[in-house]
């Protein structure tokens, strides 16, 4: 690929800040509204451990997650992606749950004009903007990032074929959440898009049993698929679930997991550590992030997420 063309991804999309900037990756912010103020979600790793050291649930438990407007977008068309790039290929967050995808065309077709004319008075090569719709969220969006940088920078496929490999790919993305406070989720049910009701939770009963759901997303449904008690506990029941689908064959040679929150809370838990060791020995790789600040005001933080990718029937 070359060097005037990059990959850009919404700040949903729960990837490493190394593997970010290892791959050259742009990443469009999200406006996060809040009591008191407004933040600016663009995945800058010292902004995230700030807002997730600094998190209350009075002031962010009723925030609220906005794409940027087309006059933002085509501010960040004009000043950092136009002087940089001749083609920049964005993978969005699902277009049901978010209006990223709608807001990035909208700015690509009112500005247009604006490029042909550069192109014509400037003698600059064409600039052209793409989109994909990742049909998934958080780590989902995540894999499907992952692999389409593996398909183009080791396999060394053309942009567009490595699109279309993905594009075959994206039906056999499974996602899962481990909600970790309920009463956040509850609060907010009137809030989330698509989610006014969200019959996988019976959120007094679950509270009184120290239960929390797991929750699959696949192919835009949502369902909830077991729970466990306490966070740890639905953790050991998904990686349980996971490691079936290890053992008879995924589609990615990665799983892709984030947290909301601080991963030194996370990365040593022996639950975990075990899980990694499972898919090292089966030649799966594990990547885990901080899961977006969009991510944990949508779900609450101390949240968990979770992505493979299989072409077999769950197990």
């Not at 490493?16 to 800058?44: C, S, T």
């Not at 398909?151 to 074929?161: F, G, S, T």
């Not at 949502?222 to 740890?232: A, P, R, V």
Request: hydrophobic letters at 40%; glycine letters at 6%.
């Amino acid at each position: 690929m070359s060097s005037r063309t990059c990959i850009a991804v919404d700040s949903t999309c729960d990837l490493p800040a190394k593997f970010i900037q290892q791959h050259n990756i742009e990443v469009l912010p999200i406006y996060i509204n809040y009591d008191g103020g407004q933040a600016l979600d663009y995945r800058d790793p010292q902004t995230m451990l700030d807002f997730y050291k600094n998190h209350s649930k009075q002031q962010f438990g009723l925030a609220q997650s906005d794409p940027l407007s087309v006059s933002d977008m085509t501010h960040i068309l004009k000043e950092r992606l136009l002087p940089n790039y001749d083609l920049v290929q964005v993978v969005t967050i699902n277009s049901k749950k978010s209006d990223v995808y709608k807001r990035v065309s909208e700015a690509a077709l009112v500005n247009e004009p604006k490029f042909r004319e550069l192109e014509k008075n400037e003698g600059r090569a064409p600039f052209r903007i793409r989109l994909y719709d990742s049909m998934s969220m958080f780590t989902g969006h995540a894999l499907l990032v992952y692999e389409l940088v593996k398909k183009i920078h080791v396999e060394n496929l053309p942009l567009n074929k490595s699109i279309r490999a993905i594009d075959n790919m994206r039906d056999q993305v499974y996602g899962y959440l481990i909600p970790n406070d309920l009463s956040y989720m509850r609060d907010r049910r009137h809030l989330r898009k698509g989610d006014n009701n969200i019959s996988w939770i019976n959120f007094k009963l679950a509270s009184a049993l120290n239960l929390r759901p797991i929750v699959q997303l696949h192919r835009g449904a949502t369902e909830k698929i077991d729970t466990g008690k306490g966070f740890l506990g639905a953790l050991e029941k998904l990686f349980d679930h996971v490691r079936k689908q290890i053992t008879q064959g995924l589609t990615s040679d990665v799983i892709a997991m984030s947290y909301g929150g601080l991963l030194e809370e996370i990365k040593d838990e022996p639950v975990l550590l075990q899980f990694r060791e499972f898919c090292k020995q089966h030649d799966i790789k594990t990547m885990l992030s901080m899961m977006s600040m969009t991510g944990a005001i949508n779900v609450g933080p101390k949240s968990f997420a979770l992505s493979f990718a299989t072409d077999k029937d769950l197990v």
